[in-house]
Antibody, heavy 122, light 106 residues
Framework: QVQLQESGPGLVKPSQTLSLTCTVS??????????WSWIRQHPGKGLEWIGY???????YYNPSLKSRVTISVDTSKNQFSLKLSSVTAADTAVYYC??????????????WGQGTLVTVSS | AIRMTQSPSSFSASTGDRVTITCRAS??????LAWYQQKPGKAPKLLIY???TLQSGVPSRFSGSGSGTDFTLTISCLQSEDFATYYC????????FGGGTKVEIK
C-alpha cells in the first residue's frame, strides 16, 4: 500500500520560498508509470492542482502558478519536492502530495498524503 | 485551461435520499473525469474514475455517468457517512477540479 507524507515548514514569510518534501513508502517512484502531484486547498475552499512530475523528471505545472513553481524528484530517497517562490498570504493553504493511477488513469488521484498546512505570514 | 463547474454548490438531504450532483466541463474531456469525497480535516478520497468506474472499496450506492462535457455523480441511498463535500476533476488536459458540492443533513 503506497503511503505519502508531506514535510516542511508550517510558517513561511512573505516573499520567501515555500519548500515541501513528500516521502513515499510502500512503492518506488523510480519504478515508473505514475505521476506524482502537488495539490493545495485554501482554507475553506476547493482544490487546486499545482503540478506533477514523472520519475524521469518531466514536469507539468498549472499555468497560473508556473512562473513560481518547481517540482523535483529524488529517486534515491524516494521523495519528490515542491518549491513555490515569492509567496504571499494568498499561498496560505493545506498542501497535499498525491499519486494518480497508471496509464490513461494517471490523473485519477487514488493516493494522498495527509496534507500539511502552510501559513504565509510575517 | 479547462474549467469544471459543479452544481449545486450545496444542498440539504436526508438519509435514504437519492441525490445527484452535476459537473460540466468547459470543453469536451471524453471520459477523463474523477469524483472525490472529502470530509473536514481529511484528504479527498477517490470514488470514481473514467467517469463511471467505481474505485475499489467504494460502496455500490455511488455511481457516475456521462462523457464529453456533462457528468453526474449519484448516491442511490444516502447514508450518514456520505455527508461530505464532493469534487469532480478532469484529467484530459492537466488537472482541474470543480468548485465542490457540500451535502448537508436536512
Amino acid at each position: 500500500q503506497v503511503q505519502l507524507q508531506e514535510s516542511g515548514p508550517g510558517l513561511v514569510k512573505p516573499s520567501q520560498t515555500l519548500s515541501l518534501t513528500c516521502t513515499v513508502s510502500g512503492g518506488s517512484i523510480s519504478s515508473g508509470g505514475y505521476y506524482w502531484s502537488w495539490i493545495r486547498q485554501h482554507p475553506g475552499k476547493g482544490l487546486e492542482w499545482i503540478g506533477y512530475i514523472y520519475y524521469s523528471g518531466s514536469t507539468y505545472y498549472n499555468p497560473s502558478l508556473k512562473s513560481r513553481v518547481t517540482i523535483s524528484v529524488d529517486t534515491s530517497k524516494n521523495q519528490f519536492s515542491l518549491k513555490l517562490s515569492s509567496v504571499t498570504a494568498a499561498d496560505t493553504a493545506v498542501y497535499y502530495c498525491a499519486r494518480g493511477g497508471s496509464g490513461s488513469y494517471f490523473g485519477a488521484i487514488g493516493y494522498w498524503g495527509q496534507g500539511t498546512l502552510v501559513t504565509v505570514s510575517s | 485551461a479547462i474549467r469544471m463547474t459543479q452544481s449545486p454548490s450545496s444542498f440539504s438531504a436526508s438519509t435514504g435520499d437519492r441525490v445527484t450532483i452535476t459537473c460540466r466541463a468547459s470543453q469536451g474531456i471524453s471520459s477523463y473525469l474523477a469524483w472525490y469525497q472529502q470530509k473536514p480535516g481529511k484528504a479527498p478520497k477517490l470514488l470514481i474514475y473514467a467517469a463511471s468506474t467505481l474505485q475499489s472499496g467504494v460502496p455500490s450506492r455511488f455511481s457516475g455517468s456521462g462523457s464529453g462535457t456533462d457528468f453526474t455523480l449519484t448516491i442511490s441511498c444516502l447514508q450518514s457517512e456520505d455527508f461530505a463535500t464532493y469534487y469532480c476533476q478532469q484529467y484530459y488536459s492537466s488537472l482541474t477540479f470543480g468548485g465542490g458540492t457540500k451535502v448537508e443533513i436536512k
